[in-house]
């Protein structure tokens, strides 16, 4: 199963689904695509109460004011679940949420500078990152998320040559969300 949100409005969110559907055949769910625009706080608060409900999954979310900037794209192993976004805030409170605990998250980082691509990163980076991890994790897997490793996701990411630029895993811990004001 992979799922998909985003604050896209409608067709581009088809674009995407042809894009996953050149990858894997696996079953697709739209979450929502009519989040609040260019918000990722606003789609975080949701995603992390709505993806739980479902069944281990690969799942793309793209609220993604920052497209065509310097910013990561980020592949997150949490508990059962994959979960593919930009690293802006959007991916960490339903990866916190999908986790049995601090020690069941794994994060790769990847470089999603793109020249060829400066507008529509859904369709260009994360559509068909989270389609090949999907069948990658599929295959290594026997089937679903909630198999797959540590190493097998590893091992998806490194087999992508394009998506050779992909870093090691990242060591990353959970604190409490703080912000910090000045008042």
Do not use: Q
């Amino acid at each position: 199963m992979l799922t998909l949100t985003s604050d896209f409005g409608s067709p581009y969110p088809a674009a995407m689904k042809g894009v996953i559907r050149r990858h894997t055949d696996a079953e697709l769910i739209d979450v929502g695509h009519d989040l609040p625009r260019g918000d990722p706080r606003a789609a975080a608060f949701w995603l992390r109460f709505v993806l739980p409900e479902f069944p281990p999954a690969v799942h793309c979310a793209v609220i993604d004011p920052g497209v065509g900037t310097g910013r990561d794209a980020l592949v997150i192993r949490a508990g059962s679940h994959v979960v593919v976004a930009p690293d802006n805030g959007l991916a960490m409170p339903p990866a916190r949420a999908l986790a049995t605990d601090e020690t069941d998250v794994d994060v790769w980082a990847i470089d999603a500078a793109d020249p060829e691509s400066a507008t529509f990163h859904g369709r260009d980076v994360f559509a068909p990152t989270a389609a090949r991890v999907h069948e990658a994790i599929s295959d290594e897997s026997g089937g679903s998320p909630d198999e797959a490793s540590r190493s097998d996701v590893a091992d998806a990411l490194a087999e992508m040559d394009d998506l050779s630029r992909a870093s090691d895993p990242v060591d990353l811990v959970f604190p409490d969300p703080t912000v910090e004001r000045d008042d």
